[in-house]
């Protein structure tokens, strides 16, 4: 499905408010989604050519399950649209949201300061406390990345220096052991890289 056009409504919870949300969602295609800490209920409106995906659609775009979008949702990090019958449907701003959780969360980011950036703005009372509630945590994110960063830094050292070792083994016919490899000239060098901890012949490894 392409283009996308979406119209929200917040209304007040009384019986004439209820009978006009009624005739609303006949009207049109419709859908509700409600919003917390606040409280309030939001009906928004989406015309037929909107890309809505439910979520067994959203998971396989986002190759993850459903139950981890569920999981997302119940932390709050993000309210689906839900038809009449309860139905989640994903828009794609949805998609765009998610994706972004799945990226931190693939960089180790803790889970509950994805979450607080999720729920900063709508759960501040001004723009200056959500400011500096994302600031905070943005700060402290960077600070993790950057963590990260480094170690991948000092992986990709690793493996390029295995690398190095390993090539010089194209062509060798002897079994791949300390036995059969004794005095092999790659085995004095193994302590150029951690991974041979991993790929070596364990006793080799240890005693090199």
């Known amino acids: 499905m392409t283009g996308c056009a979406v119209y929200q409504l917040q209304a007040v ?3 004439v408010a209820v ?10 295609n419709v859908y509700v989604r409600l919003r917390y800490p606040m409280g309030e209920l939001i009906i928004t409106a989406t015309d037929q ?3 809505v995906y439910k979520i067994g659609d959203a998971a396989a775009q986002l190759d993850t399950t459903p139950r981890t979008l569920r999981f997302y949702e119940e932390q709050d990090m993000l309210t689906p649209f839900r038809t009449a019958r309860g139905t989640r449907l994903y828009s794609k701003d949805d998609i765009a949201r998610l994706r972004v959780i799945q990226q931190l969360t693939r960089l180790d980011a803790p889970l509950r300061t994805v979450r607080e950036l999720a729920v900063a703005r709508p759960g501040s009372r001004s ?3 959500a400011s500096h509630k994302v600031s905070t945590l943005l700060s402290a994110l960077g600070h993790d990345v950057e963590k990260k960063k480094q170690e991948c830094e000092d992986a990709l050292q690793q493996i390029s220096a295995a690398l190095k070792l390993v090539e010089q083994c194209y062509g ?3 079994k791949p052991t300390f036995q059969d490899c004794s005095g092999c000239p790659v085995e004095k060098q193994t302590r150029q890289s951690r991974l041979f901890h991993l790929i070596w012949d364990r006793d080799q490894a240890r005693g090199g």
């Open 13 to 15: 919870l009384t019986p």
């Open 19 to 28: 009978t006009d949300l009624t005739g609303l969602m006949f009207k049109y």
């Open 49 to 51: 050519n909107s890309p």
């Open 127 to 129: 723009g200056d406390e």
């Open 172 to 174: 060798c016919q002897n």
